[in-house]
């Protein structure tokens, strides 16, 4: 495969040359228009589900969607409708071997596991709504910081997961994979529901899709959500979202759709316990609080209670698609305006032993961005062409800083920085399908990265202490996927590509000890897919990934940096049956092994990398004429893990099972959803942290979690109306 990098940019050249250059065929030679809901190429928006409004008919020919990795899925709104909903990360979770779990409050972003990666809150998955990149550059709490909480569940239509760096049109941190959300234009009803559940939850929703006309759709959202959480220091976490879309159809082949989100939330914080501070949870030899003279921490207690935070997004964005027989053409523009403070305790009393190690961090920052692309489809003989050119800019400014707290009271500035960061992808990818039986991708990314810093607390009295100042960087990115049907039923992949994720622009501008602006990865892939029964398919993959630098967690500051080089090989293998119209199941696992490539003399496990993952369940929705029952039991399931290099401590696992029923008569409809219905003790996230606790003398090397939910069992009820 490492042969194939020189003559890539080459052999690109000249398809792109025979895609554009070669005049098209007369129509007896093109392909006839495919039957109706044909579906789209795999980058291309879906089909839409049978209750939103149809779309304007495409006629291209067109592969399956995912058809291009055993890796790669697409799930539809029917498959999401058959899943618990509850937060916006079950329905990341759809990603087969993704991972999002909860920590240190509700209203922060998850932290996600996905091919051997704990990739902290978003450092190493790339994440997208309508394509709208969601992941934040130099952010003041850890490079490539992804909330989701802006996002109201129901409204995502279908999911489409990449695995990998395998694919132009992906950028900044898409090295283990990307997900990208595509949210509805229409819906064929209206509704309100409510939902009220233990541990003070309580959420009110309302969905209206307004008839503005023949050529318009709309959808109009609102969400309140409250909860306190199980913890003895309550969460009281509060929120809302507003969504606002209305498209436009300009013709036949064209529309134009306009989309505002707006997102506010503001919680508290039980953070991460040490579990030495637990009766029974401490690791072998460390003393228990009574021999300080100290009770012992509750399970869900908390050491400092004024931990929590405070964020606002709002988004808009405008789009621009059409489509004729053998070219679409699409252009999207969006602006954000985001708002996030943060107080943490990481370490406790280790470096104040006096007022305590409070942190705030801050991040107030506008994103101005673009996504342009331009497709043509031409067939040659009984060859296939598809040349796609692309091109993608963003700019981030950006005002983050950090403040030693007490009490959330700022008792000394550490950090205030300005930082401004463009970014420009552009790419070609050929797409070529040269029989029935034998297809390949081949794709170059060339992506420009430029950043400059104002340390407004920068030393200026000693030289060679540069905190300010300008860098970038460029790098070429080639793409490779080779796809083969040997027989009906059997698809065989083979895939190799180069990926990156870009460094906080803060460590690229130092004088001394900088950190690279980008950090290349590189991906090997072998993969099957067989459906050996209707609506049966089975996957699997071998992969490896090599990443020239990992980001590692620093505790007490509550970020990452910059660490060496690591290797990530693994399987992961699949299922999913659509066994009838109502009825759906799905199982996935992977397996995976983290390294760091050099042993540094403390070990060279990744610390908190995923080893072995399990995601499986079944989901049901018949009809019996105005009665609709349905419902849903889901598992899944993490391994134990090294929690520190030399593997001496240990990250526990976890499994839990959710499960959710309802019925919905004519145009009402009730639900009961429970999460962990086995109420089992687990820990949600774990970290390898070195903290002092007020009455111990001297800090402590051990782990530190945020415990799971236990079984929390919540009610919904929703109104239906045209």
């Known amino acids: 495969m490492l042969l194939l990098v020189r003559p890539l940019p080459v052999l690109l050249v000249l398809l792109a040359g025979v895609g554009w250059v070669c005049p098209a065929h007369a129509d007896d030679q093109r392909s006839a228009p495919p039957p109706e809901n044909a579906p789209l190429p795999a980058n291309s928006p879906p089909a839409p589900p049978p ?15 995912a058809s291009e990795a055993s890796s790669r899925v697409n799930v539809t709104r029917r498959d999401l409708e058959l899943r618990p909903r509850l937060r916006p990360g079950d329905i990341l979770e759809a990603t087969p071997g993704l991972f999002a779990v909860q920590h240190a409050g509700g209203g922060k972003a998850n932290q996600y596991f996905l091919r051997g990666f704990d990739a902290d809150h978003g450092t190493d998955i790339g994440f997208f709504v309508d394509g709208v990149p969601i992941n934040m550059v130099s952010h003041g709490h850890g490079q490539g910081y ?14 489409d997961a990449y695995k990998g760096p395998y694919y ?6 898409s090295t283990a994979g990307a997900v990208n959300l595509r949210l509805a234009e229409s819906f064929e009803e209206s509704y309100a529901s409510l939902q009220y559940g233990q541990f003070g939850i309580r959420r009110g929703l309302v969905v209206a899709s307004p008839r503005l006309g023949e050529n318009w759709r709309a959808v109009a959202a609102a969400e309140v959500f409250d909860d306190d959480g199980p913890f003895k220091n309550p969460e009281r976490l509060n929120r809302y979202n507003i969504y606002l879309r209305a498209t436009r159809d300009l013709d036949a082949g064209s529309k134009v759709s306009f989309t ?12 991460q316990i040490p579990a030495r501070a637990v009766c029974g949870e401490g690791e072998p030899g460390s003393p228990p609080p009574s021999a300080h003279g100290q009770p012992c921490l509750d399970h869900f207690g908390f050491v400092d209670p004024t931990e929590g935070g405070a964020t606002q997004r709002h988004l808009a964005s405008l789009s621009y698609s059409a489509v004729s027989r053998d070219a679409e053409l699409s252009a999207m523009f969006y602006a954000v305006s985001y708002r996030f403070n943060l107080y943490s305790n990481f370490t406790f009393f280790a470096r104040d032993p006096a007022n305590g190690d409070e942190i705030e961090q801050s991040d107030n920052r506008t994103i101005l961005g673009g996504d342009f692309r331009l497709r043509r489809h031409l067939h040659v003989g009984r060859a296939r062409f598809t040349t796609t050119l692309g091109a993608q800019v963003r700019r981030d400014d950006i005002d983050n800083a950090l403040f ?23 790419y070609v990818e050929e797409d070529v399908r040269l029989t029935d039986s034998l297809r ?18 920068e030393n200026l009295a000693t030289l060679g202490t540069r905190t300010s100042g300008t860098q970038g960087a460029n ?11 040997p027989t009906s039923g059997l698809d065989l992949f083979a895939g190799y590509g180069h990926g990156f994720h870009s460094n906080d622009a803060r460590g690229a501008v130092l004088s001394k000890d900088a950190v690279r602006l980008i950090t290349p990865a590189v991906g090997y892939e072998l993969g099957l897919r067989i459906s050996p029964l209707k609506d049966l398919q089975l996957n699997a993959a071998l992969f490896l990934l090599d990443l020239d630098s990992e980001l590692v967690w620093l505790g007490d500051e509550g970020t990452t940096e910059a660490s060496e080089r690591t290797r990530r090989y693994g399987v992961e293998v699949g299922a999913r049956y659509r066994i009838a119209n109502w009825l759906y199941a799905d199982v996935d696992a992977t397996f995976t092994r983290a390294r760091f490539r050099a042993n540094a003399g403390n070990g060279n496990a990744v610390a908190l990398a995923p080893t072995r993952t399990l995601t499986g369940g079944i989901g049901a929705r018949p009809t019996f004429g105005d009665w609709t029952p349905f419902g849903a039991l889901r598992i899944k399931s993490l391994a134990d893990r090294p929690a520190i290099e030399d593997e001496s401590l240990t990250a526990q696992g976890f499994t839990i099972v959710d499960a959710n029923a309802g019925v919905r008569y004519r145009s009402v409809e009730a639900g009961l959803d429970v999460q962990n ?11 390898a942290s070195t903290t002092r606790l007020s009455y111990e003398p001297a800090p402590v090397t051990g782990i530190h979690y945020s415990p799971g939910w236990p079984r929390t069992v919540i009610a919904r009820a929703t109104l239906y109306w045209p």
């Open 51 to 65: 209750h939103e409004h149809p779309a304007n008919e495409v006629i291209v020919r067109a592969d399956k969607q």
């Open 146 to 159: 992804t909330d989701f909480h802006f996002l109201i569940p129901e409204l995502v239509v279908s999911l």
């Open 168 to 173: 132009a049109h992906l950028g900044d941190f």
């Open 260 to 271: 505002w989100m707006s997102y506010g939330s503001k919680w508290r914080g039980s953070g």
């Open 404 to 426: 030693y707290d007490r009490a959330q009271e700022r008792l000394q500035p550490v950090i205030n920085a300005r930082v401004s960061e463009s970014q420009i992808g552009v």
């Open 440 to 457: 390949f991708l081949a794709g170059l990314r060339g992506q420009r990265i430029d950043v400059g810093v104002e340390d407004r607390n």
């Open 475 to 485: 790098r070429l990115l080639p793409k490779l996927l080779w796809i083969v049907t």
């Open 677 to 687: 219905v086995f109420d089992v003790r687990w820990r949600e996230v774990n970290f």
